[in-house]
């Protein structure tokens, strides 16, 4: 059974472009949220995606965009890229309702660095 | 809005001591309180959770929290520290969503432990 996994592992972009990063969820899970770890710092919560919309969103500009596909995989996309969007962008997902308990599952990240 | 505070940015423990590591949070209702760790250049795992019921819950890798809510704490504990346990551990808080189940987290800064042998 794969966990969560995220592509690219990483990547270098330069100021001003877009990036698009990639996550699938763990099987069975139908919610992905997106978290960015800049350097030194705990995750900031960016949004969450469930059939295939946008629920919740965090402190984050517009730049911030993503997408949800029917087979609950997810994108996360960054426009007009800062050097402050450098940091470690985390996917997380979540198994459907119905259970009395629940826990978001980590992929590994994607390291994007912006020059 | 919730919060969560995480005192100790660096703790150097050595191999069989005993840790404590702390977390406060603020939040307005009943919360949910999760510690995760990070190894270097990984994404995070979870150690153990709080939901409801018994505040001192067990976790994973020989790890336990208690839940205080006088003192707004949820504290990760372990009573003999391995070399393998050297990573970085968050404490976070879970939002009230508009549906129960999918809560967005809110992390603390992180505290760096370092296992001395």
């Not at chain 1, 629920?55 to 029917?70: A, K, M, V």
């Not at chain 1, 259970?99 to 660095?113: A, V, W």
């Not at chain 2, 505070?5 to 919360?31: F, K, M, W």
Request: hydrophobic share 30%; with cysteine.
């Amino acid at each position: 059974d794969a966990g969560v996994t995220q592509s690219p592992t990483h990547l270098i972009k330069t100021r001003g472009q877009q990036v698009t990063l990639r996550c699938s969820p763990k099987s069975g899970h139908d919610t992905v949220s997106w978290y960015q770890q800049a350097l030194g710092q705990g995750p900031q919560f960016i949004f969450q995606y469930y059939e295939e919309e946008e629920r919740q969103r965090g402190n984050f500009p517009d730049r911030f965009s993503g997408h949800q596909f029917p087979n609950y995989s997810s994108e996360l996309n960054v426009n007009a890229l800062l050097l402050g969007d450098s940091a470690l962008y985390l996917c997380a997902s979540t198994r459907p309702l119905g259970g009395s308990t629940y826990e978001q599952y980590f992929g590994p990240g994607t390291r994007l660095t912006v020059t | 809005a919730q919060s969560v505070t995480q005192p100790d940015i660096h703790i150097t423990v050595s191999e069989g001591a005993s840790l404590e590591l702390r977390c406060n949070y603020s939040y307005g209702a009943t919360p949910y309180l999760f510690w995760y760790v990070q190894s270097p250049g990984q994404g995070l795992q979870l150690l153990l959770k709080y939901f409801s019921g018994d505040t001192l819950v067990q976790g994973i890798k020989g790890f336990e929290a208690e839940f205080k809510r006088s003192q707004s704490s949820f504290n990760l504990r372990k009573p003999s520290v391995h070399w393998s346990d050297a990573a970085e551990y968050f404490c976070a808080v879970g939002s009230r969503p508009m549906d129960t189940g999918r809560r967005a987290l809110t992390f603390g800064s992180g505290t760096r432990l370092q296992v001395q042998p």
